[in-house]
Every structure is written in structure tokens, then in C-alpha cells.
């Protein structure tokens, strides 16, 4: 046990001690992440509990198997690129939480360009699904909330 696991997560600083590498581990090649329990453990985040009793209590469901699916990859690729764009990991700026400025070069920009690309498209085929499971206005909000930054 450390001793972040012994602080209250609302004591602690958002995103304050993320594996960076093993993070980009888990993208996939086509640019998105999976929700997963190891990447809960990189964002300091409960995904049993969002995906099993927030997103389920609110609908995910109806989606079918294929649409919450590709939704959870969207709202884990989200969270991923807001720890990013929050933390400005290497220099590299948002226009938004879905839109590259101009970057400089770093090891992150071509896996991050691929995982905003992939999110926008993504988002798209999910018009106002933010709002219909009520976790926010928007995605910038909801990542935000879910990450408690």
C-alpha cells in the first residue's frame, strides 16, 4: 500500500501521479481506450462503479452490446485526452478537449492527434449522448467531473 492509497482522493491533487507510458500502452492502434479496471487504476477512477451503476442506472443499455461498447471506448478516450489536456502533458495545446492547436513535436502527438480524430468521429455517431445519460452538458464538463478536476 502507498500512501495515495491512504489519502481521501477528494484530498489529493487530480491526476497527480499518472504512468504516462503505461497509459499509452493501452491505446489501441486505431487511436481509442478501453474502459478498463487498469486504466480506473491510471486516472485514479472507479469504472466498475461508472460503468455498472451510474451509465447502466441511466440508460446505457439501450444502446445494445455494440453502441455501449463503442461509447465506453469514447468516454475513455476522452477521460485520457482531458488528463492530457489538463495536465498539458509535453507542451502539447488544445484548442479543445477534442481539438489539437499547433504542438510541438513530442513522443505523445501522433498517438494523441490519432485519439482526437478517432474521438471525433466516434462522437458524431453519439450526438447529445453526453446529456441523455446525464453525465454533463458536455464532454468537457463530464470528463472533468469524472476525473474530479
Given at each position: ?42 486516472l485514479d477512477l472507479d469504472v ?31 477521460l485520457v485526452l482531458q488528463a ?66
Amino acid at each position: 500500500m502507498n500512501l495515495q492509497d491512504t489519502v481521501p482522493r477528494s484530498l489529493r491533487a487530480p491526476l497527480s501521479s499518472v504512468d504516462w507510458p503505461q497509459l499509452f500502452k493501452l491505446q489501441n492502434q486505431d487511436g481509442f481506450w478501453q474502459l478498463t479496471p487498469e486504466l480506473g487504476m491510471l486516472l485514479d477512477l472507479d469504472v466498475h462503479h461508472l460503468i455498472n451503476v451510474s451509465l447502466a442506472k441511466n440508460g446505457i443499455q439501450s444502446l445494445g452490446t455494440k453502441g455501449k461498447e463503442k461509447l465506453l471506448q469514447l468516454i475513455a478516450t476522452l477521460l485520457v485526452l482531458q488528463a492530457i489536456y489538463f495536465k498539458q502533458l509535453e507542451g502539447l495545446i488544445f484548442k479543445s478537449l477534442m481539438k489539437l492547436g499547433d504542438s510541438p513535436p513530442s513522443w505523445v502527438l501522433n498517438p494523441v492527434r490519432k485519439a482526437t480524430e478517432w474521438a471525433n468521429r466516434t462522437d458524431r455517431e453519439f450526438a447529445g449522448i453526453c446529456q441523455r445519460l446525464q453525465l454533463g452538458k458536455h464532454w468537457d464538463d463530464a470528463t472533468k467531473k469524472l476525473l474530479g478536476i
